[in-house]
């Protein structure tokens, strides 16, 4: 592999701590139900249309229509969506601390809505550290198309084989491989620091010990 010349960070599941059970689990009285709910109301593929930038008021009116018996539920996606959010992966963003300052690029790559991506770079201001993000809802694109990594690399003028894909999809880390770029498949702060340490990009350091 050669030098990592920049790091690109997934957002959700990587430095945010993403989940619409956070919310649900407050509206409804038994794990079970929601569990079904959101299997067979308000699912991910369902989901999947926010990233490519259909607006809540659009989807959630359709689904309500379908499922009028639960339209308080599925509206509940859209005005409480920040309480889906448990708070940031601290370890992941002291990680982006150490890098930007130890002088590695870095860059923000993330499947979010249109509406909740302003919101949350206003909360988080861990999200205003990126030289620069590509938002799935504002290109009309998600991963893993190949086109949203083509639009990162082309627009920060990155080369594929140096830059690094943080990611907690197995799917979007297999979508980067297939263009070139190296990336760590995300699954704790932990693991992706010894990542960094064993390719360079960070300095093994005592207070990170096991």
Known sequence: MQAIE???????????DWNPRYLYRRLFDDEDSMERFLAEVCTMEWHAA?????????????????????ADLIWARA????????GPITGT???LRELLAA???????????AETYPLRRDRYDFMSWFEGTVVSSHERVAKPDPEIFHRLLD????????TLL??????????????????????????VRRCLEQS????????HCP
């Open 166 to 191: 943080i990611d907690d999809s197995q799917r979007n880390v297999e979508a980067a491989g297939e263009l070139g770029m190296p990336a760590i498949h995300f699954h704790s702060p932990a693991q």
């Open 155 to 162: 627009r920060f003028g990155l080369r594929a084989e140096t």
């Open 103 to 113: 002088g590695v690029p870095c860059y923000g790559l993330t499947n979010m809505e």
């Open 50 to 70: 926010h990233d490519l930038g259909v607006p809540y008021a659009q989807s959630c009116a359709a689904l309500a229509q379908r499922h009028p018996e639960q």
């Open 93 to 95: 963003v002291e990680i």
């Open 6 to 16: 920049a790091v690109v960070f997934d957002i959700g599941g990587v430095l945010l």
């Open 200 to 207: 360079g990009l960070l300095t093994p350091s005592e207070d």
């Open 79 to 86: 005005r409480r969506s920040e309480e889906m959010i448990g």
